[in-house]
C-alpha cells in the first residue's frame, strides 16, 4: 500500500472545534510566508499569505500569525469542518520567486 | 476548464528509461515550476520558468531535463530513471507580478521506477 505521510505530525480535532497549526521557519530575509493545504490526491492548493511586515491576516475562517522574533507562523481554523481534513504546509517565498515549504502537518476531523 | 494540468497521471516504468512528463496552464501566468514530492510528503522545488527563461535550478541530476516551449507549457524530460526518482510530481504556474506568491498546482504525476 501507499506510505505516505505516515510520519507527518497529526493534529486531531472534533469537528466544529478550533484548530492550529503551527510551523517554524529558517530564512527572516523571506517576502511572504504562505499556507497551502493538499487534500489526498491532488496538488496543493493556497489558503492565505502573510507580507513579512505583518503579524496577523485574517480569512474565511482562517487567520494566520507571524511572529518574527521567534521565526514562527501557525494557522488557525474556526470551525473546524469535515472538509478540512488534509495534509497543511507553511511555505516561505524568497527572492521573488522561490517557494520553500515546510514538512507538512496531517489534520484529522473526527466528526 | 482545467488550470493546470499534467499528463500522465500515473507513470510505471523500469530503470533505466526515459520519460516525460507534460504540463499545460491555462491561466495567462508567465512563470511556472517543477516540485517533486517524495513518500515522506516533502514538496522541494526542482526548476522555474519565468517567460520560457529558467530562474531557478535546484540541485537537480543533470538526468532531469525542463524544457518550456511557450509560456503555457512546462514539461520535464527524466533520462536513466533510477528507484530514487519514484515521487509524485507536481507542477505550478504563477504570475511574476501581483499575486506572485500564489502559486496554482496541477493534480500530479505519480512516477513508480521498479
Known amino acids: 500500500g501507499e506510505n505516505v505521510g505516515l510520519h507527518l505530525p497529526t493534529l486531531s480535532v472534533q469537528e466544529g472545534d478550533n484548530s492550529i497549526i503551527n510551523c517554524a521557519y529558517s530564512?527572516?530575509?523571506?517576502?511572504?510566508f504562505i499556507w497551502y493545504k493538499q487534500e489526498s490526491g491532488k496538488g496543493p492548493q493556497f489558503i492565505i499569505d502573510i507580507r513579512s511586515n505583518m503579524d496577523k491576516r485574517q480569512g474565511q475562517r482562517v487567520t494566520v500569525l507571524l511572529n518574527k522574533t521567534v521565526k514562527h507562523l501557525s494557522l488557525q481554523i474556526a470551525a473546524t469542518q469535515p472538509g478540512d481534513s488534509a495534509v497543511y504546509f507553511c511555505?516561505?517565498?524568497?527572492?521573488?520567486?522561490?517557494?520553500?515549504f515546510g514538512a507538512g502537518t496531517r489534520l484529522f476531523v473526527k466528526a | 476548464d482545467t488550470a493546470v494540468s499534467q499528463t500522465p497521471k500515473y507513470l510505471v516504468t523500469q530503470m533505466g528509461n526515459d520519460k516525460s512528463i507534460k504540463c499545460e496552464q491555462n491561466l495567462g501566468h508567465d512563470t511556472m515550476y517543477w516540485y517533486k514530492q517524495d513518500s515522506k510528503k516533502f514538496l522541494k522545488i526542482m526548476f522555474s520558468?519565468?517567460?520560457?527563461?529558467?530562474?531557478i535550478n535546484e540541485t537537480v541530476p543533470n538526468r532531469f531535463s525542463p524544457k518550456s516551449p511557450d509560456k503555457a507549457h512546462l514539461n520535464l524530460h527524466i533520462n536513466s530513471l533510477e528507484l530514487g526518482d519514484s515521487a509524485v510530481y507536481f507542477c505550478a504556474s504563477s504570475i511574476s507580478s501581483g499575486r506572485h506568491n500564489e502559486q496554482f498546482f496541477g493534480p500530479g504525476t505519480r512516477l513508480t521506477v521498479l
Open positions: 530564512n527572516s530575509a523571506s517576502d511572504y
Open positions: 520558468y519565468n517567460n520560457k527563461e529558467l530562474i
Open positions: 511555505a516561505e517565498l524568497t527572492g521573488g520567486f522561490k517557494t520553500i
